[in-house]
C-alpha cells in the first residue's frame, strides 16, 4: 500500500523565480510530476527582474519532499531560498498555554486571587476536601499520564519524545469537550513508581487519561490506580478504542441486516487494544468470538499460552476453532484488526460470509488495504483519515470524560463505556447511515454532548445504586 500526499507531510517552499508568465504552470506541472500535490501559491514579493513565491504542497514524506525541492531546483531561473516542514512549524515552542481564567488588573484583584483572600479558600477546602472540586481547576483537569512505551505507530520511543503526543491529545480534549487536560511525560518504565506518582499528583486532577503505554504493565496500572484513587482512570488506548469499535459495529451491522447475537466475529490483536475491544463487544452481547495473535487462534490448549491470555481463552471461541487467523477469518461476519500491517489480502476476506464486514486499524499501514478489502467486504472502517469510516478515539474521549467530570464520577465502569458507544453510534441518524458514514466526523457538532450525555447518565445511575 503506497502512501499518499498528505497534509501531515506537507512543506511550503519559498522561492526566487523570473517573472516569465509560463512560470506558475512550470512549478505546479513539476510538483505534480514529482508526486506531490500543490495546496496553495502565494506571492510574496515582486519586482521588475524576479518574484518571490510560496508554493506549499502535500507530500508522502521527508524523502520524498526531499525529491521535490530537488525537481525544483532543476526549473530554469528557480532558486530555492527556504523550506519549511508545515508540521514542525506548527509545533514550535509546543501546542500549549497555561492562562488565567480572572484578571489582575489592580491591587484588589491581587488581594482576591492570591494572598490575603485565597487563604480563606484553602481553609474552606480544608475542612471540606469535596469543595476543591468547586473552587480549584480540579473540577475540569485531566492529567494525559505516559511513559512513552507504546506510542501509536512509534512505539517505545520514551517520555520525552512522546510529549508531542500528548500535548495533541490536551488539545484535543479543549477543542472537543472543554477540558483542561496536561500531559505528564514519567520518565520510569517500572510500574510501582508509576502509580506511586500518578497517586501523589491525583489531587490536581478529576480524572486520569492513561496513554501509550505498553502491554501488559498498562493493565496493571489501571487496576492499581482505579483501586488507590477517588477519580476516574481511563486508558484510551483500550476502552476508548473499544468504545469506538462497538458503536462503529453497531452501525455497520445496522447496514447488513445483522445482529451481534448472530454474528461470527474474528478480532486479530490480543493486546491492550485487542483486551478492550473484546470485553465490550461480549458486554455488546457478541457470543461467537474468535481471538488471534501473532501464534494463532487463542484457545485453552494452545501450547505456551501466556497466563495474560488466559481469561481470552475461557471467554472466547465457544466453537474450538485453531489454526491460523486466516483459516478462522472463513466464514466469519466480522474482521477487526488491532494488530499489525498486512496480514491480509483480498482473497483471505474473500472467505468471509457473505455481506461481510472488515475493521482493518493498525496504523499507519492497517492489516489490509482498504480498496483491496472492499472488493469483497459491504463495509470497510480503518484507523486512517484518508479513507471512509475512520473508527478515531477523538470520537470517544473527549465526551467521555466530559460526561464523567460532570457526574462527578469516582470511577470508570463496562457500563458507561457500553453508553458512551451506543450514544455514539446513535449520532448517525437512519437517513444518514450507510456502508461508507457508520460513524460521524470527528467534526460533528453533537458527538461530545451526546456521548457526554449519556455517560453522565450512567456515571450518576452508579453513584445511587447501593453499594
Request: include cysteine; charge should be negative.
Amino acid at each position: 500500500m503506497v502512501a499518499a500526499p498528505s497534509v501531515s507531510s506537507s512543506i511550503t517552499a519559498r522561492l526566487e523565480v523570473p517573472p516569465r508568465p509560463t512560470l506558475v504552470s512550470e512549478l505546479t506541472t513539476t510538483i505534480e510530476r514529482a508526486g506531490g500535490i500543490v495546496t496553495a501559491l502565494d506571492v510574496t514579493a515582486s519586482g521588475h527582474e524576479h518574484m518571490t513565491v510560496d508554493v506549499t504542497c502535500a507530500t508522502r514524506g521527508e524523502d520524498h519532499a526531499a525529491e521535490i525541492v530537488e525537481a525544483l531546483r532543476g526549473i530554469a531561473g528557480v532558486t530555492v531560498s527556504r523550506v519549511s516542514d508545515r508540521t514542525f512549524l506548527l509545533h514550535l515552542g509546543g501546542k500549549l498555554s497555561v492562562e488565567s481564567k480572572v484578571p489582575l488588573r489592580n491591587r484588589d484583584d491581587l488581594s482576591m486571587a492570591y494572598t490575603p483572600g485565597v487563604a480563606r479558600v484553602c481553609q474552606a477546602i480544608a475542612a471540606r476536601p469535596e469543595d476543591a472540586r468547586r473552587l480549584t481547576i480540579k473540577r475540569n483537569t485531566v492529567a494525559v499520564v505516559t511513559d512513552g512505551t507504546a506510542v501509536l505507530g512509534l512505539g517505545d520511543i520514551g517520555p520525552l519524545a512522546s510529549l508531542p503526543v500528548m500535548e495533541g491529545k490536551a488539545a484535543l480534549f479543549k477543542r472537543f469537550a472543554g477540558i483542561d487536560a496536561f500531559p505528564i511525560a514519567l520518565d520510569t518504565t517500572d510500574v510501582d513508581e508509576i502509580v506511586d506518582t500518578v497517586v501523589a499528583i491525583a489531587p490536581v486532577f478529576a480524572g486520569i487519561n492513561l496513554e501509550d503505554i505498553s502491554a501488559p504493565r498498562c493493565f496493571e496500572i489501571e487496576r492499581r490506580l482505579r483501586e488507590r484513587l477517588d477519580i476516574p482512570v481511563f486508558h484510551d488506548d483500550q476502552h476508548g478504542t473499544a468504545i469506538v469499535v462497538v458503536a462503529a459495529l453497531t452501525n455497520a451491522l445496522r447496514v447488513v441486516g445483522k445482529a451481534i447475537e448472530d454474528v461470527r466475529i474474528v478480532l486479530s490483536g490480543a493486546g491492550a487494544a485487542g483486551t478492550a475491544v473484546l470485553r465490550l463487544l461480549l458486554a455488546a452481547g457478541a457470543r461467537d468470538v474468535v481471538v488471534a495473535d501473532i501464534d494463532g487462534v487463542v484457545h485453552p490448549d494452545r501450547p505456551g499460552l501466556a497466563e495474560s491470555l488466559r481469561w481470552t481463552a475461557e471467554h472466547t471461541n465457544p466453537r474450538g476453532v485453531t489454526g491460523t487467523l486466516v483459516g478462522a477469518l472463513a466464514g466469519a461476519d466480522v474482521f477487526i484488526g488491532v494488530s499489525a500491517a498486512d496480514i491480509l489480502t483480498g482473497d483471505d476476506v474473500a472467505t468471509m460470509a457473505a455481506d461481510s464486514i472488515v475493521f482493518a486499524m493498525a496504523n499507519p499501514r492497517p492489516e489490509i488495504d482498504p480498496d483491496e478489502a472492499a472488493q469483497h467486504a459491504a463495509v470497510v472502517g480503518t484507523g486512517r483519515s484518508d479513507f471512509a469510516n475512520q473508527i478515531n478515539n477523538v470520537l470517544a474521549f473527549p465526551g467521555v470524560f466530559r460526561g464523567l467530570l460532570d457526574a462527578q464520577s469516582s470511577t470508570v465502569t463496562d457500563e458507561m463505556l457500553l453508553a458512551a458507544a451506543r450514544a455514539l453510534a446513535s449520532v448517525v441518524t437512519e437517513d444518514e447511515l450507510n456502508p461508507t458514514y457508520i460513524v460521524p466526523s470527528v467534526f460533528h457538532p453533537d458527538v461530545s454532548e451526546v456521548v457526554a450525555g449519556a455517560v453522565e447518565k450512567a456515571a450518576r445511575a452508579h453513584a445511587e445504586r447501593p453499594s
